[in-house]
């Protein structure tokens, strides 16, 4: 197939782009290279004759026609997206643009694409979007395909927004839609603001672990190249029209998770004295913080037979070791704008 990826030079694009080009297909990487993008996360795979690079923002929506007239993809697979949400509360603007009418400006880019072409139905727009749509949860329950939605982030929000109008373009123009929603990744080439390599770099630079509130909150974590295997799952197989959960079924607290990471780290690399886990600090908390999110994953397995190929503990091992191995990787972003600086407390 030749996919059209969005977002390609991003944590979770890059992932779908190694993973397309090792198993065949071609790959049309669209990317504005925000702050976020990192060419390097696709470096091996653009050396194949089957991959082609077009740095677009999907604000552009001329920019966008070109590209689908020059390439003539067979699907998109729409990842691009401001996707941190300490910063959305910082500049939310940005999160409206890119999410809401970047995603609108390719429904449209893929409609009239779609439509010279004669409507074929084997074409798919495939929207990548979170489990943060649904809100947050209790100490009980999961979110299903049918949660309703109760955004409470300008993250959030905009994804909501974005996901309202991919169906949309399905109900009233016909467009061959599918859409899932995803719990939080983790992995490698993680940018180096969120969460996982924040606490993996501060731990290895000798500062503190800052831990939002008590570190109470509860998120289910999925290994990234997992998330990339249901995601092309999803575009090739998936029921058009339909929208797919995707979760690792592995919830832990930030806390639980911070101390597993820290002990990961004692094994590796361990310090002169004491723990990784004695410089864990709790700092204020993020407005409106979800307290828990839990995906039940239930009709991607049993409707397409997708599950996750390793648990969490494998999973994070894995990653700590690829940031251990891949300094030259990481500490070129550090200096990016925001990197390593605390956001999002503005509210
Ligand atoms: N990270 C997670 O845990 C997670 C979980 C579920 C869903 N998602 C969704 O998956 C997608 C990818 O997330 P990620 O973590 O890889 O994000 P990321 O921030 O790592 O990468 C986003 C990519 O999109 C590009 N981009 C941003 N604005 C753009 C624009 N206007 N035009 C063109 N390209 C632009 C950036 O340059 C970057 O390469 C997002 O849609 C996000 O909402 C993420």
Same mark, same amino acid.
């Given at each position: ?16 782009? !190694?993973?397309? &080009? ?10 504005? +290279? ?13 050396? %194949? ?38 910063? %959305? ?6 999160? #409206? ?10 429904? $449209? ?28 949860? =209790? ?27 991919? !169906? ?27 969460? &996982? ?33 249901? +995601? ?23 806390? $639980? ?6 002990? #990961? ?14 410089? &864990?600090?709790?700092?204020?908390? !993020?407005? =409106? ?9 239930? !009709? ?48």
């Amino acid at each position: 197939m030749k996919l059209l990826v969005t977002g390609g030079a991003g944590f979770i694009g890059s992932a779908v782009v !190694r993973l397309a &080009i090792s198993r065949g297909h071609e790959i049309v990487n669209v990317d504005a +290279l925000t702050y976020a993008a990192c060419l390097d996360n696709v470096a091996e795979a653009a050396k %194949s004759p089957c991959y082609a690079f077009e740095q677009v923002d999907i604000r552009d929506r001329e920019a966008l026609d070109a590209v689908f007239e020059k390439h003539k993809p067979d699907a998109v697979m729409h990842l691009a997206a401001e996707s941190h949400v300490d910063r %959305s509360i910082d500049a939310p603007g940005d999160f #409206i643009e890119t999410n809401i009418t970047g995603t609108f400006n390719m429904l $449209e880019a893929a409609r009239k694409y779609w439509v010279a072409a004669g409507k074929p139905e084997s074409f798919r727009f495939h929207h990548i979007s979170t489990d943060e749509v649904f809100g947050s949860l =209790g100490a009980e329950g999961q979110f299903t395909e049918e949660t309703p939605y109760d955004p409470r982030s300008p993250y959030s929000a905009s994804k909501a927004a974005s996901d309202h109008l991919v !169906r949309a373009w399905h109900e009233t123009y016909g467009l061959p839609v599918v859409l899932t929603n995803c719990s939080n990744n983790y992995g490698p080439y993680h940018f180096p603001e969120k969460l &996982i390599p924040v606490v993996i770099l501060k731990a290895l630079a000798g500062q503190p672990l800052p831990i939002y509130g008590d570190g109470s909150n509860v998120r289910d974590w999925l290994y990234v190249e997992d998330h990339a295997d249901a +995601l092309l799952l999803v575009v090739e197989k998936g029921e058009i029209g339909r929208g797919y959960n995707i979760g690792g079924e592995n919830e832990r607290s930030n806390l $639980e998770l911070v101390n597993t990471l820290c002990a #990961i780290l004692d094994e590796k690399r361990p310090k002169n004295a004491g723990s990784y886990s004695d410089q &864990i600090t709790f700092v204020t908390d !993020r407005p =409106g913080h979800d307290a828990r999110y839990a995906i039940d994953p239930a !009709r991607i397995r049993e409707e397409l037979g997708w599950r996750p190929s390793v648990t969490v503990e494998e999973g994070l091992e894995k990653t700590v070791q690829w940031y251990l191995d891949n300094p030259e990787w990481w500490q070129a972003l550090q200096d990016r704008h925001g990197v390593g600086e605390r956001l999002g407390v503005k509210a």
